[in-house]
């Protein structure tokens, strides 16, 4: 990396403090690929050569792998970054669409917050230091590991933690996510659980709202150097507006969007319509027959193939899925993060349930069980207007 992205601190060597892994040189556990990397530094060229790139998102074990074979090659980070008490500090090692791996530094007191990391999978792997890191169990309740050098983590999406530099003196760590890093939810713990408190769309890992320090040079893409709203100071080429807009923008530019008519003909050659509204929605102004309910907050889990909360029927990364909500927005962004889990066909609606309705296309009063009936009315859901037999 060039000298120019540091921003405090001189560079100095760390390749007698990398994790003494014991590992063959440039060995992989992956088989290799034929695939060309892009990226201006030649040891991180080689080493991503290795990785299986090309093939879809890669799972906590794979990202694992990644975190590990980085480590065990200090060429690749040891002199990119310093950590510095004025604010956690990070660069880029490697960006693709499938794939982001980053080093973090840290100084003591430092901590990223609770977050999630969208709809990524991780893994990171402390490589000098040690940190603490605060989790959230499947079970809802929080546990706490001091993870020190060839330690570290890997998770799937909905994984939530708190990564913390507790102790005095400075910590790196390797973190690599699959997709590349989109959004991320902000949350607070609470006696109940963690509370979220925001989701940002984001451009890097776990510190970017907490941190005031700059992006350090991405030496490795080929790419721009993009800088970030979360970093005042920061003196890199300021990064494109990132909004709710730019990020359906692309979300949409990976779907091939189908119209009303267009989805009711490939519903008839055997694709899914699933509806993600909410009930108040389809309890207001009807479903379409045939289509899916499964609402947004569990529609990735309900039809990922390896997910052990799929439906039955969930079992092949072909399945066609189109995905419907009320006007045509959210389903792209579902859509897309359907396609990040694997489904290469997922879609969405143009227009969603309205414009399927204002197509003429068949529509029915919505079809719900009394007993969750009763709940939403008792809740306040559905309102008065709601007959027992579903029809607003
Ligand atoms: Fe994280």
Do not use: K
């Amino acid at each position: 990396m060039g000298s120019g992205g540091v921003q405090s601190g001189d560079r100095r060597s760390r390749a007698g403090s990398a994790e003494p892994t014991g590992a063959v040189p440039h060995a992989s556990p992956f088989p290799n690929t034929a695939r060309p990397v892009v990226s201006s530094d030649p040891s991180v060229a080689e080493l991503v050569a290795t990785l299986p790139l090309g093939r879809g998102r890669l799972g906590p074990g794979m990202l694992r792998g990644v975190t590990e074979l980085f480590a065990a090659r200090p060429e690749t980070w040891s002199e990119r970054l310093v950590p510095t008490s004025d604010g956690r500090v990070y660069v880029r090692l490697f960006r693709c669409d499938e794939l982001e791996v980053w080093l973090l530094g840290w100084e003591g007191g430092q901590e990223t917050t609770w977050h999630d990391h969208g709809g990524s999978s991780g893994s990171f792997r402390v490589v000098e230091g040690a940190l603490l890191e605060e989790f959230r169990r499947p079970s809802g309740t929080l546990g706490r590991r001091v993870l020190r050098v060839g330690e570290g983590a890997s998770f799937g999406p909905g994984y939530a933690h708190n990564v913390i530099r507790e102790q005095s003196g400075p910590a790196l760590s390797i973190h690599a996510y699959s997709p590349a890093l989109h959004t991320m939810t902000y949350f607070r713990p609470t006696a109940l659980g963690l509370a979220a408190v925001e989701t940002r769309v984001v451009d890097g890992p776990d510190d970017l709202r907490a941190s005031t320090t700059p992006l350090r040079e991405p030496a490795t893409t080929g790419e721009a150097p993009t800088g970030r709203p979360d970093h005042a100071g920061a003196r890199e080429v300021p990064r494109p507006e990132r909004g709710i807009a730019t990020l359906l923008d692309a979300a949409r530019a990976r779907l091939d969007r189908l119209g009303p008519l267009e989805a009711a003909a490939a519903v008839a050659e055997g694709a899914v319509l699933v509806d993600t509204r909410p009930l108040a929605q389809r309890l207001a102004d009807g479903e379409v027959p045939g289509a899916v309910v499964i609402e947004r907050n569990v529609l990735e889990w309900r039809l990922e193939p390896s997910s052990d909360a799929r439906l039955p029927w969930a079992t092949s990364p072909e399945l066609r899925v189109i995905v419907m909500c009320d006007e045509g927005y959210a389903s792209s962004l579902a859509a897309a993060s359907l396609r990040d889990l694997g489904l290469r066909h997922a879609t969405d609606l143009e227009g969603g349930f309205q414009a399927w309705r204002a197509a003429g296309l068949p529509v029915r009063p919505a079809l719900v069980p009394p007993d969750l009936l009763r709940r939403a009315a008792a809740a306040g859901v559905a309102g008065g207007g709601v007959r027992a037999d579903g029809a607003a």
